[in-house]
């Protein structure tokens, strides 16, 4: 059986490499994005996101913060060799979920 995501909890599913995973943002993944984002609150995060003007990169940070969120153990470099159905394309709309479901409304942007 796969994993299932609670959207109750913020977790959303998505496939990397053909497996499916669960992603999540929890507090401790937001706390690593903080600091590797370098703001100094959740809002500074949210409003970051929802700029508009991410970098391949940052869809990397912020997928790996959700990979591991969700108990799924791989580093940046890991998550940056994974494929997805659709490319880079299929990356901005697994981050955009990941964001729309931890944030609402504040950060539903999926343009990297």
Do not use: W, Y
């Amino acid at each position: 059986m796969g994993a299932r995501a609670n959207r109750h909890r913020g977790e959303i599913e998505a496939d990397f490499d053909g497996i499916r995973r669960v992603l999540c943002l929890t507090l401790g993944a937001l706390a690593e994005l903080e600091t590797a984002f370098a703001v100094d609150s959740l809002t500074g995060l949210a409003e970051r996101f929802s700029s508009g003007r991410l970098k391949a990169d940052d869809l990397i940070r912020i997928i790996g913060a959700g990979l591991r969120g969700g108990g799924n153990l791989f580093s940046d470099e890991e998550v940056a060799a994974m494929a997805v159905a659709d490319g880079l394309a299929g990356f901005a709309r697994i981050a955009a979920e990941l964001l729309q479901a931890t944030f609402g409304g504040a950060a539903q942007n999926e343009n990297p």
